[in-house]
């Protein structure tokens, strides 16, 4: 059973720093394309950064240069660390694989706000 956990989230003042974690279990993360979605109140899920099992890696115009996706084989986990964060970037942040099934995590909230 595939079950993706992300974790890390949390309240940080503009210009802050936050690294979220998918851990994954039952999958390896590394035969998959991993990304990280985010679903902003009101507004539609949104692709923000892809790795794929390659280490091949891209991201949405807005945090190009702000965030870093990255793989750790040895944990099974995909990290997302955000630097700079903006009010803009306040959603909940869903991790996502891919192969011929797509699998989801929960979701950890990310809130920017002085």
């Known amino acids: 059973q595939v079950q993706l956990v992300e974790s890390g989230g949390g309240l940080v003042q503009p210009g802050g720093s936050l690294r979220l974690s998918c851990a994954a279990s039952g999958m390896i993360v590394s035969d998959y394309v991993m990304s990280w979605y985010r679903q902003a109140p009101g507004k539609q899920r949104a692709l923000v950064a892809i790795?794929?099992?390659?280490?091949?890696?891209n991201y949405v115009d807005s945090v190009k240069g702000r965030f870093t996706i990255s793989r750790d084989n040895a944990k099974n986990t995909v990290y997302l660390q955000m630097n700079s964060l903006e009010p803009g970037d306040t959603a909940v942040y869903y991790c996502n694989a891919a192969s011929t099934r797509s699998y989801w995590g929960q979701g950890t909230q990310v809130t920017v706000s002085s």
């Open positions: 790795i794929t099992p390659g280490g091949s890696t």
